[in-house]
T-cell receptor, first 115, second 112 residues
Framework: DTGVSQDPRHKITKRGQNVTFRCDPI?????LYWYRQTLGQGPEFLTY????????KSRLLSDRFSAERPKGSFSTLEIQRTEQGDSAMYLC?????????????FGPGTRLLVL | GNSVTQMEGPVTLSEEAFLTINCTYT??????LFWYVQYPGEGLQLLLK?????DKGSNKGFEATYRKETTSFHLEKGSVQVSDSAVYFC???????????FGAGTRLFVKA
């Protein structure tokens, strides 16, 4: 078990550019989540996958954001036409459903800075 | 809706002092409750959890008891160390639910 990994760990981009982040969950986990964390705040839920199906999207996820999990394993989060307000830490988590005490395990995050 | 409120920081303590970080929640049904810790430069780590009323979660000397009557899940440690300096997040998720709702976090500084 190598834990949840995310790539890249840091990304600096200019306003208007597109960025894509990758998340690799714990291998046997079928649920995958994306959260956003801004400075001084707790993580906020963005979206959730059960296997390859995206089952829930937060209102925080504008139409510039898209997430995929094509084979039910890794996931990508793309932000188009980035804005300065998109600067944040993007966290990925995974879990195994069906457990009585289901727990989400978090990756180290991708820190995005939009200039 | 569901929400978590935790005490504002920063909290500054001397080594070996007693720690309490207050957390209260609002939720329908019977959520699971969690404390996560975020050390400088690192990701969120699960510290402890409790899934039903009166359960006590514990790990690394930290404890928290699920109190349904007061809707609270306060974090305690009898003797803090410098290495406990971090940001602590209280969180909840609905039973069988798919997302975790976090408090704003409480930063703890422990002085030698």
């Amino acid at each position: 078990d190598t834990g949840v990994s995310q790539d890249p760990r840091h990304k600096i981009t200019k306003r208007g550019q597109n960025v894509t982040f990758r998340c690799d969950p714990i291998s046997e986990h079928n649920r995958l989540y994306w959260y956003r964390q801004t400075l001084g705040q707790g993580p906020e839920f963005l979206t959730y996958f059960q296997n390859e199906a995206q089952l829930e999207k937060s209102r925080l996820l504008s139409d510039r954001f898209s997430a995929e999990r094509p084979k039910g394993s890794f996931s990508t989060l793309e932000i188009q036409r980035t804005e300065q307000g998109d600067s944040a830490m993007y966290l990925c988590a995974s879990s195994l459903d069906g457990q009585v005490q289901e727990t989400q395990y978090f990756g180290p995050g991708t820190r995005l800075l939009v200039l | 809706g569901n929400s978590v409120t935790q005490m504002e920081g920063p909290v500054t303590l001397s080594e070996e002092a007693f720690l309490t970080i207050n957390c209260t929640y609002t939720a329908t049904g019977y959520p699971s409750l969690f404390w996560y810790v975020q050390y400088p430069g690192e990701g969120l780590q699960l510290l402890l959890k409790a899934t039903k009323a009166d359960d006590k979660g514990s790990n690394k000397g930290f404890e928290a008891t699920y109190r349904k009557e007061t809707t609270s899940f306060h974090l305690e440690k009898g003797s803090v160390q410098v290495s406990d300096s971090a940001v602590y997040f209280c969180a909840l998720s609905r039973a069988g639910g798919f997302k975790t709702i976090f408090g704003a976090g409480t930063r703890l500084f422990v002085k030698a």
